[in-house]
């Protein structure tokens, strides 16, 4: 069995690294949602308009226009029922008037744990010998680790008509805006629970590069910008240790050029971290007939694969392939459900 310790290193390998004095710290908030945006490399700050949404860039909530329940399962680093650890995804958006809603739960479980003693501190060989002589001896005790996050999103899609009065033209442009109110709470088995309260915050802009250039065979821009654990999240220990999850900020470009001919629309995005010193992120989706969709990406230098398929605007299904050089692959799959479309009645046969 596979100690705590040797499972959170496994999940920084691929995953942002944290500070050395807080290592981990609510590490598992870093695990990425939604297959879409993992096939694609996780390059999604400046796209992010699905169910996933809350976790990329909180403004992107906005762009949801029905109501829409989404589902995501994830075997961490291994199969479904032999993983390390299993990571799920549920939650629910409701557009209002003026503004869109969406509460979100992600959590990490990783059970049959052993627990083993510390022998790090002692000198004595004979001693150390029969301590380990006594732990394989004995029936094992395991523990288990579950750490959640419940996520209430709260963004406004905000529009404009930009007046260029030199070039005798308006253009209209959206600014969508979004925060993160989040509840964080992880166990270690008998040894300890943590909480934490955090707030995550974005912003987009959105336009047409046609309308902007007068040129019609030109697509859409979008950039978009996130911060995460806004000054740090302190999450507190039972055991009365305080540890700060960092706060990160990620800045994202995305560009969607339609090829007609083919009946399709190209997406190039790209996504940097720029507090922290990794790799970009990079992605390329190709969607058929708003249907059929096949994705490639670079996450930090790991190649991520997918694809996706829209019933009717009705059912998305989505999956993903990401190969880590040092873990191996994992496999995700994500469903979401338009509720407004799959209640709406069908008159073309009335």
Do not use: C
């Not at 589902?71 to 503004?99: H, R, V």
């Not at 998305?316 to 479309?341: C, K, M, Q, W």
Request: proline share 4%; aromatic share 12%.
């Amino acid at each position: 069995m596979l100690s705590v310790e040797i499972l959170f290193s496994a999940l920084s390998t691929q995953h942002s690294a944290l500070r050395a004095q807080d290592l981990y710290a609510g590490e598992f908030l870093q695990i990425p949602v939604g297959s879409r945006a993992l096939a694609m490399g996780g390059a999604y700050t400046a796209i992010a308009n699905d169910e996933s949404a809350f976790h990329w860039n909180p403004a992107g909530v906005s762009l949801i226009p029905d109501r829409l329940v989404g589902f995501m399962y994830s075997a961490e680093y291994g199969t479904p029922g032999n993983s390390l650890a299993d990571f799920y995804q549920l939650g629910f958006t409701y557009p209002l008037k003026d503004i869109t809603l969406a509460l979100n739960w992600v959590r990490l479980s990783v059970g049959d744990l052993a627990q083993t003693p510390d022998l790090t501190n002692i000198a004595a060989n004979d001693q150390r010998e029969q301590l380990v002589n006594e732990i394989y001896s004995s029936a094992p005790n395991y523990f288990s680790d579950n750490e959640d996050a419940f996520v209430l999103s709260i963004a406004r899609d905000n529009k404009f008509t930009l007046d260029w009065g030199w070039l005798y033209y308006k253009e209209q442009i959206e600014v969508p805006v979004g925060i993160n109110f989040k509840i964080i709470h992880q166990g270690i088995g008998n040894f300890g629970t943590a909480n934490a309260i955090g707030v995550d915050g974005g912003a987009m802009l959105r336009f047409s590069l046609a309308e902007f250039l007068l040129n019609p065979a030109l697509g859409s821009v979008s950039i978009g910008a996130s911060v995460t654990d806004v000054a740090g999240t302190q999450l507190a220990w039972s055991t009365q240790r305080t540890e700060i999850i960092p706060m990160q900020i990620t800045a994202g470009l995305a560009y969607a050029q339609p090829i007609p001919v083919i009946h399709s629309v190209a997406t190039f995005s790209s996504d940097f971290i720029l507090n922290e010193s990794t790799q970009p992120r990079f992605g390329i989706e190709m969607t058929y007939e708003k249907d059929v969709s096949l994705r490639f990406g670079l996450d930090q230098g790991q190649f991520a694969t997918g694809a996706g398929y829209n019933w009717e605007h009705k059912i998305d299904v989505n999956y993903s392939l990401s190969i880590n050089t040092a873990l191996g692959p994992e496999h995700r799959l994500s469903f979401s459900a338009d509720l407004d479309n799959l209640l709406k009645k069908d008159t073309t046969s009335e």
